[in-house]
């Protein structure tokens, strides 16, 4: 798994920390941390409640072009 820098990018637009983004989703900041960082899979259930907190579809964050 590859770290998700577009994600890190987003989070910090927002000026959201890790743990600001855990608490939003419901999950821990650990949790949170290690899918940023491409350490721990990604649910999809998960992934539309982070691209709805940035207004996005998943493929929009998750999707990567490289990965093909």
Excluded: H
Aim: proline letters at 1%; a positive charge; zero cysteines.
């Amino acid at each position: 798994m590859k770290k998700n820098l577009k994600l890190k990018k987003l989070r910090e637009e927002k000026n959201l920390t890790t743990k600001d983004m855990a608490n939003i989703l419901g999950i821990s900041q650990g949790y949170y941390s290690m899918l940023e960082n491409g350490t721990r899979r990604l649910y999809y259930d998960i992934a539309k409640k982070i691209a709805k907190i940035f207004n996005l579809k998943p493929d929009d964050i998750f999707y990567l072009k490289n990965d093909i």
